[in-house]
């Protein structure tokens, strides 16, 4: 009865997860307006296509096309793919977010490979969940679905798949890292993860020996793991030249140390108590789930009294490698993204910033929380009671599965409910009249007045995008939102004006 029950809940729960992801990713690609951190990356794929190069249009970079832009942190595995893309005549909203899309499916898949590899269906199934539980939607810098033209999921994924892979060629998953710091480069946090995982999977010889075999086994993934970046700086170098490649490394040094941000400093309370929040759940629940999952690996690694002569059998964790390796590689990867963001004042209140290791880190944590729960499961008193290992894995099992339930329904429940702010087809609606003018008047570029929402009307007109306040752009039209304070508007729709050069 106990395992008809089981095997209902995972099929409901999984018909859940499939539905959901399917509403999410629809709204994500099709609903959900281009905001301006997706409009700025555009253009640099944009501008690959019209033969400019691997550039920007440097709206945060003083307003003028900049090769190999350092405030743009999504790199190229993301952005050539979506020139080729757009280079097949799609539509550059829908055609670019196909990229990211296809990165949350890749994502999702290697979360299920993981998750049965650590702990069966049950896994598979609470790992690939949890990523969809995750809200990056309600921040000012938001990841606001997962078709979203942005850098995180894409590196997430290269960082799961390079999980599934490092056991056995780990020169592909030192590759894959280095792939995915140039989805995003954040994802350079993941070294130490992996490090980490490199070294457990070492035949277990003496300390010293171990290390020296884990450091020459690490040699061909770390070549392979600075290869793509240095690809990408070669092509830089050769293409800016060497006074030119010096800026480039100055200014993205700079921006690199400082987050591209001039906030009031955060705290470590502020940052975690943000994380905590940033659920389709209430902080409380996942704070229990968490809570349940911690102990339940604890205990079912302590093997149980009176038991000697079992006891070996009951150790799971031993008798894995690749459950410890994975388990601390992904704890300590966790514990690096989130623990910089937290101690690193400058950088705001934005769960992007940790989010590459919550996509990655988290759901191996949950399989092998869900593996735990199924160890202590199938514990037995001694005297033939009920074992109380057996009633902490029903009650990890029950808040897990609502853990999960809730995140899905949630994440579907905001993608459904009627939107609150302007949709991709109210934007593209607004700002057809001020296309037509762009088209008509030869207009190349544009100032956007401020950063934000006029940053990705004027990418929808087709014209490159600078900033209102750069040199640059003195003698240039500027688009805002309200009504003009440099004479008549020389064109307006639905209260988004273009107006003549201050």
């Given at each position: 009865?106990?395992?008809?029950?089981?095997?209902?809940?995972?099929?409901?729960?999984?018909?859940?997860?499939?539905?959901?992801?399917?509403?999410?990713?629809?709204?994500s690609?099709?609903?959900?307006?281009?905001?301006?951190?997706?409009?700025?990356?555009?253009?640099?794929?944009?501008?690959?296509?019209?033969?400019?190069?691997?550039?920007?249009?440097?709206?945060?970079?003083?307003?003028?096309?900049?090769?190999?832009?350092?405030?743009?942190s999504?790199?190229?595995?993301?952005?050539?793919p979506?020139?080729?893309?757009?280079?097949?005549?799609?539509?550059?909203?829908?055609?670019?977010?196909?990229?990211?899309?296809?990165?949350?499916?890749?994502?999702?898949?290697?979360?299920?490979?993981?998750?049965?590899?650590?702990?069966?269906?049950?896994?598979?199934?609470?790992?690939?969940?949890?990523?969809?539980?995750?809200?990056?939607?309600?921040?000012?810098?938001?990841?606001?679905?997962?078709?979203?033209?942005?850098?995180?999921?894409?590196?997430?994924?290269?960082?799961?798949?390079?999980?599934?892979?490092l056991?056995?060629?780990?020169?592909?998953?030192?590759?894959?890292?280095?792939?995915?710091?140039?989805?995003?480069?954040?994802?350079?946090?993941?070294?130490?993860?992996?490090?980490?995982?490199?070294?457990?999977?070492?035949?277990?010889?003496?300390?010293?020996?171990?290390?020296?075999?884990?450091?020459?086994?690490?040699?061909?993934?770390?070549?392979?793991?600075?290869?793509?970046t240095l690809?990408?700086?070669?092509?830089?170098?050769?293409?800016?030249?060497?006074?030119?490649?010096?800026?480039?490394?100055?200014?993205?040094?700079?921006?690199?140390?400082?987050?591209?941000?001039?906030?009031?400093?955060?705290?470590?309370?502020?940052k975690?108590?943000?994380?905590?929040?940033?659920?389709?759940?209430?902080?409380?629940?996942m704070?229990?789930?968490?809570a349940?999952?911690?102990?339940?690996?604890v205990?079912?690694?302590?093997?149980?009294?009176?038991?000697?002569?079992?006891?070996?059998?009951?150790?799971?964790?031993?008798?894995?490698?690749?459950?410890?390796?994975?388990?601390?590689?992904?704890?300590?990867?966790?514990?690096?993204?989130?623990?910089?963001?937290?101690?690193?004042?400058?950088l705001?209140?934005w769960?992007?910033?940790?989010?590459?290791?919550?996509?990655?880190?988290?759901?191996?944590?949950?399989?092998?929380?869900?593996?735990a729960?199924?160890?202590?499961?199938?514990?037995?008193?001694?005297?033939?009671?009920?074992?109380?290992?057996?009633?902490?894995?029903?009650?990890?099992?029950?808040?897990?599965?609502?853990?999960?339930?809730?995140?899905?329904?949630?994440?579907?429940?905001?993608?459904?409910?009627?939107?609150?702010?302007?949709?991709?087809?109210?934007?593209?609606?607004?700002?057809?009249?001020?296309?037509?003018?762009?088209?008509?008047?030869?207009?190349?570029?544009?100032?956007?007045?401020?950063?934000?929402?006029?940053?990705?009307?004027?990418?929808?007109?087709?014209?490159?995008?600078g900033?209102?306040?750069?040199?640059a752009?003195?003698?240039?039209?500027?688009?805002?939102?309200?009504?003009?304070?440099?004479?008549?508007?020389?064109?307006?729709?639905?209260?988004?004006?273009?107006?003549?050069?201050?």
């Amino acid at each position: 009865m106990t395992r008809r029950l089981a095997g209902a809940a995972f099929w409901i729960l999984l018909a859940l997860l499939v539905i959901a992801n399917a509403i999410v990713m629809w709204h994500s690609l099709t609903v959900l307006r281009l905001w301006e951190d997706e409009a700025f990356n555009l253009t640099v794929p944009r501008n690959l296509v019209a033969g400019l190069g691997y550039t920007s249009d440097g709206t945060l970079s003083g307003s003028t096309l900049t090769p190999f832009d350092p405030r743009i942190s999504t790199g190229p595995v993301v952005l050539l793919p979506v020139a080729g893309v757009l280079m097949l005549g799609m539509d550059p909203v829908i055609g670019a977010r196909l990229v990211p899309l296809a990165s949350w499916v890749l994502l999702l898949a290697g979360c299920a490979v993981l998750g049965r590899r650590l702990a069966g269906r049950s896994g598979a199934l609470v790992a690939v969940a949890l990523p969809l539980a995750f809200n990056t939607a309600e921040s000012v810098s938001p990841i606001q679905g997962p078709a979203d033209l942005l850098g995180e999921i894409p590196a997430a994924a290269l960082l799961v798949w390079a999980l599934i892979v490092l056991p056995r060629r780990s020169w592909l998953a030192g590759l894959l890292l280095g792939l995915a710091v140039q989805a995003k480069l954040i994802a350079l946090l993941a070294l130490p993860a992996f490090a980490v995982a490199l070294f457990l999977l070492t035949p277990p010889v003496p300390f010293g020996r171990r290390l020296v075999a884990a450091l020459r086994r690490s040699v061909l993934p770390l070549v392979l793991v600075a290869a793509p970046t240095l690809l990408v700086e070669l092509t830089a170098l050769v293409s800016l030249g060497v006074t030119g490649y010096a800026r480039h490394v100055r200014a993205l040094g700079g921006f690199l140390l400082s987050g591209g941000q001039h906030i009031a400093p955060t705290t470590v309370p502020e940052k975690l108590g943000t994380l905590a929040g940033a659920w389709f759940v209430p902080w409380w629940l996942m704070a229990a789930a968490v809570a349940l999952a911690v102990a339940a690996v604890v205990w079912a690694a302590v093997p149980p009294r009176g038991t000697e002569g079992e006891a070996p059998a009951q150790r799971w964790w031993q008798r894995d490698p690749q459950l410890l390796a994975l388990g601390f590689g992904s704890a300590v990867g966790l514990l690096s993204f989130v623990g910089w963001w937290a101690q690193a004042s400058q950088l705001p209140l934005w769960v992007r910033h940790p989010a590459v290791g919550v996509f990655a880190f988290a759901p191996v944590l949950a399989a092998i929380a869900v593996r735990a729960v199924t160890a202590l499961w199938r514990r037995r008193a001694p005297s033939g009671a009920q074992s109380p290992a057996r009633i902490l894995a029903v009650v990890s099992a029950v808040v897990l599965g609502v853990v999960v339930a809730a995140g899905a329904v949630g994440d579907a429940a905001r993608a459904v409910r009627p939107p609150t702010t302007e949709t991709l087809a109210q934007q593209r609606a607004a700002v057809a009249p001020l296309a037509d003018w762009v088209r008509e008047h030869d207009a190349a570029w544009l100032a956007a007045k401020p950063w934000g929402g006029p940053v990705s009307s004027v990418v929808l007109t087709g014209a490159h995008v600078g900033l209102f306040d750069a040199p640059a752009m003195r003698r240039t039209p500027t688009l805002e939102y309200g009504v003009c304070s440099t004479g008549s508007p020389l064109a307006a729709a639905s209260g988004i004006v273009i107006c003549p050069a201050p």
